[in-house]
């Protein structure tokens, strides 16, 4: 089982639709979560960081982790083509440093 | 915003060359990594530099790589032969105490 799993998509939607973005992973002692956004050619940009479980919402995106579940999801609110990129998500255990991170899903939004 | 800043963009080297990347950090940061993403794979953690030394490394980090923090400002890596599946984005991180990892935009390897 990897130890992280994310849906590579391509996964494409309408401009202003909800999108969900979601891994998961397989050892429960991760306690940061991350999601990352990465332009072509660019390098991984900081959206969303949660520690442990719960909600966490800024502006139009909300992170989600369910430790329970081992599941964590992204959710982008009015979804503009701005946001077209390939979203990843990754996560440390405590009092390590290595992030570990999930294969990446490319998202569309269509005009 | 302040932001890590990577040079060069594009490295192109021979196979058996030593190849040095560079990275600023965002000042005031403390902890400092490389990763590389192999074309098509996932971002893979080679090591992270803490306090003037290595405080974690990946397997990927074997004698052929090395770091080092030469000044206050710059954070390298070297590989000191390099070999075909060294092709790769590298990128750099670097963070604060108790904060995420913040990357560079990376420099693309290429080995002939």
């Known amino acids: 089982q990897k130890e992280v799993e994310q849906d590579p998509g391509p996964l494409s939607v309408p401009e202003g639709a909800i999108v969900s973005l979601n891994c998961t992973y397989s050892?429960?002692?991760?306690?940061?979560f991350m999601w990352y956004r990465q332009y072509s050619r660019k390098g991984p940009e900081l959206l969303m960081y949660t520690y442990s479980s719960g909600n966490k919402e800024d502006g139009r995106f909300t992170a989600q982790v369910d430790k329970s579940s081992k599941y964590i999801s992204l959710f982008i609110r009015d979804s503009q083509p701005s946001d077209s990129a390939t979203y990843l998500c990754?996560?440390?255990?405590?009092?390590?440093?290595?992030?570990?991170f999930g294969q990446g899903t490319r998202l569309t939004i269509n005009p | 915003e302040p932001e890590v800043t990577q040079t060069p963009s594009h490295q192109v080297t021979q196979m058996g060359q030593e190849v040095i990347l560079r990275c600023v950090p965002i000042s005031n940061h403390l902890y400092f990594y490389w990763y590389r993403q192999i074309l098509g794979q996932k971002v893979e953690f080679l090591v992270s530099f803490y306090n003037n030394e290595i405080s974690e490394k990946s397997e990927i980090f074997d004698d052929q790589f090395s770091v080092e923090r030469p000044d206050g400002s710059n954070f390298t890596l070297k590989i000191r032969s390099t070999k075909l599946e060294d092709s790769a984005m590298y990128f750099c991180?670097?963070?604060?105490?108790?904060?995420?990892?913040?990357f560079g935009d990376g420099t693309r390897l290429s080995i002939l």
């Open positions: 050892n429960s002692a991760f306690q940061y």
């Open positions: 990754a996560m440390r255990l405590q009092g390590a440093q290595k992030l570990v």
């Open positions: 991180a670097s963070r604060g105490v108790s904060q995420p990892q913040h």
